[in-house]
Nanobody, 121 residues
Framework: QVQLEESGGGLVQPGGSLRLSCAASGSFFAINGMGWYRQAPGKQRDLVAR???????NYAYSVKGRFTISRDNAKNTVYLQMNSLKPDDTAVYYC???????????????WGQGTQVTVSS
């Protein structure tokens, strides 16, 4: 089993910055891709950014140039640096990871509990 614990959400004014962190813990052999998704009230959960184990990244068009995803493989942690935040970025942000347990033959997908990001003046 893998647990993903997010931190770093909160209330910020438009134009401000926040940094989200997500640490993976539990019993696993390897973690492959990690990423961030978000869900605003009444909307579906959408990809924000994703990073592979080798560092390749992809971003939603709406956050390109403003958000940066990174990871520390030694700490099993993924980060999301969010700059120039807009009210439309308000959502619950969820961490996501593909992890392989000991003795397993395939990766399984895991979700964190989510952290609220509110952009408002």
């Amino acid at each position: 089993q893998v647990q993903l614990e997010e931190s770093g959400g909160g209330l910020v004014q438009p134009g401000g910055s926040l940094r989200l962190s997500c640490a993976a813990s539990g019993s696993f052999f390897a973690i492959n891709g990690m990423g961030w998704y978000r869900q605003a009230p009444g909307k579906q959960r959408d990809l924000v950014a994703r990073i592979s184990s080798s560092g390749s990244t992809n971003y939603a068009y709406s956050v390109k140039g403003r958000f940066t995803i990174s990871r520390d493989n030694a700490k099993n942690t993924v980060y999301l640096q969010m700059n120039s935040l807009k009210p439309d970025d308000t959502a619950v942000y969820y961490c996501n990871a593909d992890a392989m347990g000991w003795g397993a033959s395939a990766y399984e997908n895991y979700w964190g509990q989510g952290t609220q990001v509110t952009v408002s003046s």
